[in-house]
């Protein structure tokens, strides 16, 4: 079964889905590391060469290549992995789990503030109260996509250690 972490940027997708693989002895997959490797390139630098669209489809692409490669992995998707073309339906077929993380607006707002050179659809937010209200709508949008995983984690004040733990609890 392969675990598929998904949520907004900034949402801990990477960093719990790491130590979740440790711990379970599972591989772990960074969706994003993943596309880069294959591309030669960072997501910036195909933004910033291709565009938009041309990564959707390269990641769509990806996801299939990715999903046959492997069946026993937790992978932290990309943010918006599972909200363009039928990504969220390809990852509703047997053998894979979904689980969203559900982070609030303010707290992804900080994570994201000091990391958004990295993430090349925040560039325009320049300022903190933009970022806020651009990831206030767009996770409202993405919400609609995200909502339809298998699991979903509520992040609030949890630890890590109760983060991984709720996950290890739900899915093993
Ligand atoms: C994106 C999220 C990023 C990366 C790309 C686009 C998005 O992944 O795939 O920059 O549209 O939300 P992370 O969620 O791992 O930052």
Redesign the pocket.
Known sequence: MNICLIGY?GSG??TLGRKLGKETGRSFLDF?AYIEEREGKT?PEIFKGKGEIYFRKIEADYLDTMLLAHKDAII?L???TPCYGNNMQRLKQEGIKTVYLNVPVATLTKRLWKERAQ???LNDQDTLEKLEEFIRKHLFERSFYYNQADERISVKDQSERELIDDLKARLF
């Open positions: 940027m997708k990477s994003d997501i932290a990309g943010g918006g993430r090349p659809v």
